[in-house]
């Protein structure tokens, strides 16, 4: 099977040619081109390219992601319809089926989250086979030993500092600059699962590792648009925060999204980020391919 081409985030919607000019393209479009949580600026989730149906020849189909827009009377409800690497790989095609235009219309609105998630998780997934085959050794082996945990980061990430129970991890550019921090810390009740709880320990952290230049300019949490949620990452609970940093007393700041969870055995909280420094630049799939490496976590030996 030859393998896909396109870049990350790189969406082909293919419809018939009357398609374009109908309130379900607007429906699709209003879904595909909607913001990015947690970013400082709007920015959407893909690149959309567009093709009639009449010319999806051989070379379009070798896209890795692609929406097959399929409306007709033969449909006796709206369907979403998977397939992953079909003519190449890897490849994820998703077919929107509907009977009509106001059903398709209905239909994507109400799946908006689907949707977007769907090739979301299909590039989060294609990053992070990349990352098996190559990231970052010197990343793993501190992991390793300071947390008895694996993580799979990129190998650009070279700048490292280590504390007791801390390590940041940074490609130190000063455009697009990209980077990684864990800590830990005792586990004491459910309150860890709080955005109370969650802001006021990442403030005092990140204070006292990652100083500004001067002793009055340190980094802390925003806390206007603050998201948070739950999700399971290789069986663990996980309490998910994305929204922005900021350095107090000077200009820089920028997204970062955070996992925490609780190894009960260890009676500890374990807390993963990735954040990214990027100015006057695009940032979400800067923020996207770093977030993948939050989803290769893996606990090794048992440790404190």
């Not at 006057?280 to 799939?285: E, R």
Request: charged share 20%; aromatic share 12%; glycine share 4%.
């Amino acid at each position: 099977m030859p393998s896909s081409s396109g870049r990350p985030y790189e969406l082909l919607v293919v419809a018939d040619q009357t398609f374009w000019n109908t309130p379900s393209n607007k429906a699709l479009s209003d879904v595909l081109c909607s913001d990015v949580p947690g970013l400082p600026q709007s920015e959407s989730p893909f690149r959309v390219m567009k093709a009639s149906s009449a010319h999806s020849d051989h070379i379009l189909k070798l896209v890795r992601s692609v929406i097959i827009v399929d409306i007709g009377k033969n449909y006796t409800k709206p369907k979403l319809k998977y397939e992953s690497n079909v003519f190449a790989a890897p490849q994820q095609i998703l077919t929107i089926q509907a009977p009509d235009d106001a059903s398709f219309v209905d239909f994507v609105k109400k799946n908006a989250q689907t949707i977007v998630g769907a090739f979301t998780h299909f590039e989060m997934k294609c990053k992070i086979d990349v990352l098996k085959l190559c990231h970052s050794q010197q990343i793993s082996h501190y992991v390793d030993s300071l947390f008895g945990c694996d993580i799979w980061l990129p190998v650009e990430l070279h700048f490292l500092k280590t504390q007791t129970n801390f390590l940041w991890a940074s490609t130190n550019t000063a455009s697009a600059n990209q980077n990684f921090v864990m800590y830990s810390y005792p586990y004491s009740d459910s309150r860890t699962f709080s955005k109370k709880h969650f802001i006021t320990k990442r403030d005092s952290v990140m204070r006292k590792n990652i100083p500004g230049e001067w002793k009055y300019i340190y980094m802390s949490t925003d806390t206007v648009g603050l998201l948070s949620d739950t999700c399971r990452v290789n069986g663990n609970l996980v309490f998910e925060v994305r929204g922005l940093w900021r350095m107090k007393g000077d200009f820089m700041g920028g997204p970062f999204v955070s996992h925490v969870f609780v190894d009960k055995s260890r009676h500890r909280v374990y807390t993963t980020e990735i954040f990214v420094y990027s100015p006057d630049k695009l940032k979400s799939n800067l923020v996207r391919g770093l977030e993948a490496s939050l989803y290769t976590l893996r606990f090794l030996s048992k440790k404190n």
